[in-house]
């Protein structure tokens, strides 16, 4: 028996070294928030061992995108158009919905050209694992929305961000709000918590797989990953609406052969006459100081699109904030982070869903505190 364990730990150490497991790098402030989180946050105590066959960031992209996106069993229960200020149309896809109003709501914020389709095995997994519910916020012309107004901006518009959640707000009143930014959603999420600091209506946020700077993360893009986006970004915002931007510079962004070259033709798109006018209003970095709620940020450092040099030149500033714990990986791709022989499974997800539920428990076990102090102050 003693000698078949040894064989069985000998196995099992042979597949962690062969599929890259280790544990993750965590960065904070050792006063802040997540000194008293990450003890009791069991997944990042533990290694995170890829997938043995998916160790390889390229394989882990492929296989979610030719085959596991399209095996997730999830019907929304509504997708819900929002008409904003300027007229412009926006969405909301809803996932439990009938949940009672006191239970949380997860407001995610979608990649560069997501979907309710695509986001669906994010969706799934942080309802599976929290029994929350899930807001997911469509940006215009994604999803199928129709372009009511000739204006799209790829990294996403606080002001319409805010609308949505003012939305969010009216429908489920009594219900706390957590916030999930994924790949270039989490651009859109750093930037509208920058800009209402204190008064965000977040209880915890989380950016899975950020890129930092947009004025460089677009350049650092694997060059095939950055063409095959490109081409997406035409198919998707620019083809079935050639007419409409005939105004534009449509012929110098046709040009485009890459994320950054896509970035800085299409800026009159957004309703920008420059592009240091677009940045500093898009550019989450310009922001990130503002930030007052607890946010956990996750990088796989083999991730081919958001790399990990990205987050170099402000690692140790975001570690000094008392709020924010930055967490590495050595594996993990783009926003995928497989684990399980068989049955794949986002190992990241399972983190979201883990601090999200601790910090609601923290959240509560203040509350009967500070009431039973202000009942002995009254007294």
Same mark, same amino acid.
């Not at 993750?24 to 946050?41: C, D, S, W």
């Not at 997708?79 to 439990?96: K, N, P, S, V």
């Given at each position: 028996?003693?000698?078949?364990?040894?064989?069985? =730990?000998?196995?099992?150490?042979?597949?962690?070294?062969?599929?890259?497991?280790?544990?993750?790098?965590?960065? !904070?402030?050792?006063?802040?928030?997540?000194? =008293?989180? %990450?003890?009791?946050?069991?997944?990042?105590?533990?290694?995170?061992?890829?997938?043995?066959?998916?160790?390889?960031?390229?394989?882990?992209?492929?296989?979610?995108?030719?085959?596991?996106?399209?095996? &997730?069993?999830?019907?929304?229960?509504? /997708?819900?158009?929002?008409?904003?200020?300027?007229? *412009?149309?926006?969405?909301?896809?809803?996932? *439990?919905?009938?949940? #009672?109003?006191?239970?949380?709501?997860? %407001? /995610?914020?979608?990649?560069?050209?997501?979907?309710?389709?695509?986001?669906?095995? @994010?969706?799934?997994?942080?309802?599976?694992?929290?029994?929350?519910?899930?807001?997911?916020?469509?940006?215009?012309?994604?999803?199928?929305?129709?372009?009511? %107004?000739?204006?799209?901006?790829?990294?996403?518009? #606080?002001?319409?961000?805010?609308? =949505?959640?003012?939305? &969010?707000?009216?429908?489920?009143?009594?219900?706390?709000?957590?916030?999930?930014?994924?790949?270039?959603?989490?651009?859109?999420?750093?930037?509208?918590?920058?800009?209402?600091?204190?008064?965000?209506?977040?209880?915890?946020?989380?950016?899975?797989?950020? *890129?930092?700077? $947009?004025?460089?993360?677009?350049?650092?893009?694997?060059?095939?990953?950055?063409?095959?986006?490109?081409?997406?970004?035409?198919?998707?915002?620019?083809?079935?609406?050639?007419?409409?931007?005939?105004?534009?510079?449509?012929?110098?962004?046709?040009?485009?052969?890459?994320?950054?070259?896509?970035?800085?033709?299409?800026?009159?798109?957004?309703?920008?006459?420059?592009?240091?006018?677009?940045?500093?209003?898009?550019?989450? &970095?310009? %922001?990130?100081?503002?930030?007052?709620?607890?946010?956990?940020? @996750?990088?796989?450092?083999?991730?081919?699109?958001?790399?990990?040099?990205?987050?170099?030149?402000?690692?140790?500033? @975001?570690?000094?904030?008392?709020?924010? @714990?930055?967490?590495?990986?050595?594996?993990?791709?783009?926003?995928?982070?497989?684990?399980?022989?068989?049955?794949?499974? #986002?190992?990241? $997800?399972?983190?979201?869903?883990?601090?999200?539920?601790? !910090?609601?428990?923290?959240?509560?076990?203040?509350?009967?505190?500070?009431?039973?102090?202000?009942?002995?102050?009254?007294?």
């Amino acid at each position: 028996m003693f000698r078949l364990q040894q064989l069985n =730990q000998r196995l099992v150490s042979y597949i962690e070294q062969w599929a890259g497991a280790a544990k993750p790098h965590l960065a !904070y402030h050792p006063q802040g928030i997540f000194a =008293q989180l %990450v003890p009791e946050l069991t997944y990042l105590q533990k290694k995170y061992c890829p997938t043995l066959w998916l160790a390889n960031p390229h394989a882990q992209m492929l296989y979610f995108d030719l085959f596991k996106r399209h095996r &997730i069993r999830l019907h929304y229960d509504a /997708i819900e158009q929002l008409t904003m200020q300027d007229g *412009g149309t926006t969405g909301i896809a809803w996932y *439990g919905q009938k949940l #009672s109003a006191t239970t949380p709501t997860i %407001v /995610i914020m979608h990649t560069l050209t997501g979907t309710p389709e695509s986001m669906r095995e @994010l969706v799934h997994d942080l309802h599976h694992y929290t029994g929350w519910r899930i807001a997911l916020c469509l940006r215009r012309g994604h999803g199928k929305l129709p372009l009511t %107004v000739p204006k799209i901006n790829i990294l996403g518009s #606080s002001d319409d961000l805010a609308e =949505q959640i003012e939305h &969010i707000q009216r429908l489920y009143p009594r219900s706390d709000l957590y916030a999930v930014g994924s790949s270039a959603g989490t651009g859109l999420l750093v930037r509208y918590l920058g800009e209402v600091g204190k008064n965000a209506p977040f209880k915890a946020a989380f950016a899975l797989s950020p *890129g930092y700077d $947009s004025e460089q993360g677009f350049a650092r893009v694997h060059p095939v990953y950055s063409k095959l986006m490109t081409k997406k970004l035409f198919k998707v915002f620019i083809q079935p609406y050639s007419s409409t931007w005939q105004w534009t510079n449509l012929e110098q962004l046709l040009k485009a052969k890459s994320l950054a070259e896509f970035e800085q033709a299409y800026i009159e798109m957004a309703g920008f006459q420059d592009y240091q006018s677009y940045a500093q209003a898009v550019n989450p &970095i310009y %922001v990130m100081q503002d930030i007052q709620i607890p946010l956990m940020v @996750l990088n796989a450092e083999d991730d081919p699109i958001c790399r990990i040099d990205n987050l170099m030149p402000y690692k140790q500033k @975001l570690a000094n904030m008392p709020n924010i @714990l930055i967490v590495t990986t050595a594996k993990g791709s783009h926003c995928i982070f497989y684990q399980g022989l068989t049955r794949t499974q #986002s190992w990241a $997800s399972r983190v979201i869903a883990d601090y999200f539920r601790h !910090y609601a428990h923290l959240e509560q076990t203040k509350k009967p505190r500070q009431a039973g102090f202000l009942k002995i102050e009254m007294a």
